[in-house]
Nanobody, 123 residues
Framework: QVQLVESGGGLVQAGGSLRLSCAAA????????MGWFRQAPGKEREFVAA????????YYADSVKGRFTISRDNAKNTVYLQMNSLKPEDTAVYYC????????????????WGQGTQVTVSS
């Protein structure tokens, strides 16, 4: 099992940047694919980005491609989401998640979840 705790959310103006962190506790962090999801009020939770076990491969939702960057530091058991050029439509609770298989984007594909961190982008 792995326990996940997100941090780094906050309020930022449109065009600004934030970096989210997700610290993992438990064994074998490097054996998990790590992902970020988000959920806006009244909407379903949606995939944002994911990074492979060693960090060498990444994939993104089209809505964030070119603006967001996911990375991980296995020595620190931490995954990051650098968010640039933020837009009001990026406002959501952002969740960190883990699963064993690469290439998946579905909420049900991920086994472990953090509690979420709020990101609010003002116009």
């Amino acid at each position: 099992q792995v326990q996940l705790v997100e941090s780094g959310g906050g309020l930022v103006q449109a065009g600004g940047s934030l970096r989210l962190s997700c610290a993992a506790a438990g064994r074998d962090f490097s054996s998990y694919v790590m992902g970020w999801f988000r959920q806006a009020p009244g909407k379903e939770r949606e995939f944002v980005a994911a990074v492979s076990y060693g960090g060498g491969r990444t994939y993104y939702a089209d809505s964030v491609k070119g603006r967001f960057t996911i990375s991980r530091d296995n020595a620190k058991n931490t995954v990051y989401l650098q968010m640039n050029s933020l837009k009001p439509e990026d406002t959501a609770v952002y969740y960190c998640a883990a699963n064993r298989a690469y290439g998946q984007k579905g909420v049900s594909d991920y086994n472990y979840w953090g509690q979420g961190t709020q990101v609010t982008v003002s116009s």
